[in-house]
């Protein structure tokens, strides 16, 4: 692939899909010490950048494979840009996803494809439903659009970087972009490498779903053990075989550095755009701007560097709030859990209260958990704290109070139940 081969794409993409906008962030410029601009793909008409390779592929198919059809797998952003592409194309497609999509990118795929798109649910991960598309394309002979494991995939994401850079009316120092598979990190570095060497690019995966950072360990693509869905537009078990290289040359070119982001952080950069920049990001599209966060890892340490982060997407279900909240709190430091052996008498709640919680300290949850015998009964005790340092005179409290308390700490195998 070249850097004509993105610029054919965004020829293709004129007049189908407006130009993002490119917005600066007070916010953000503040918190890093430099100049950082956000390019706002949630705004675009499925509300992420996924529509640019879908469409691409899919409007240089022929009149017989247009015919046939076309066959995607997806977490939920890719299939809306083949429902959009296809809605316009009149192509049909079936399109296959997690059980772990969002009901709200479910149901935007249906609005978006109408009577020409088919959803199928299947699996708990992407690469389950993408072994179904793979079936179904053996079967059916219908064209496999891949999420971002093509080249005119590829081309078509590599469009957000050379947009951007013609509304900045220069390239920016340091481009952050979020990375499941590796398309649009690729389509990035595709263009940049012939039009603006110059440009650093950051990709930054989630902590759970780092299949190129294990890709880069082992020299190829591998498959992760385990995949954290929480990030579901960004959670890939393995690296694409047509991005893996490219963004390998990246890096050992030294172009390019791939970054980790804990699925906790991501969740307070979320809380951060709705509520400082009232912005609506579901949590891939907080991976990059969750990075800046940490300076060192994303080659921000250089006072008033132009930095532009690319908000990939903006499909989050309300419902999701709740637990963004709670991941937040925890990753923070402000929320904790503990089992606490009750005496079964009264005023024992109220001495717990008297004597353990701090002045600013709130408890969230109080669940009993069963009666071990007539004596004692233990409790599953949330508590927000006012204050992540307050966790030290806490415990030190807890440990002077006469019921039996053992703490939950967020890396045992029970946490996951909380979450």
Partial sequence: MTADDVDDAAARLLGVIPASPLERSPRLSDCSGTQVWLKREDLLPVRSYKIRGAYNLISQLDASARASGVVCA?????????????????????????RTTPRQKRDRVAYLGGDVVEVRVVGDAYDDAAEAARDDTR????????????????????????????????????????VGGGGLLAGSLVWLRERHPEVRVVGVEPAGAACLTAALAAGRPVDLETVDPFVDGAAVRRAGEVTYPIARDGVEAGAATVTTVAEGSVCVEMLELYQSDGIIAEPAGALASAALMDSVAAGLDVPGATVVCLLSGGNNDVSRYAEIVERALVHEGRKHYFLVDFPQEPGALRRFLDDVL?????????????????????????????RPEDLDALLERMRAAPPNIERVPPDSPQFRFLL
Wanted: net charge neutral; proline share 7%.
């Fill in 358 to 386: 701090g002045p600013d300290d709130d408890i969230t949850l109080f669940e009993y958990v069963k009666r071990n015998n007539r004596e004692f009964g233990p409790a599953l005790v949330g508590i927000e704290l006012g």
């Fill in 139 to 178: 079967h059916t002979g219908a064209t496999l659009v891949p999420a971002f494991d093509h080249p005119r995939t590829v081309a078509g994401q590599g469009t957000v970087v050379r947009e951007l850079v013609g509304q900045l009316g220069r390239a920016p120092d340091v481009l952050v972009v979020p």
């Fill in 74 to 98: 997806s977490a939920g952003n890719h299939a809306q840009g083949v429902a959009y592409a296809c809605a316009r194309l009149g192509v049909r497609a079936r399109v296959y996803l997690p």
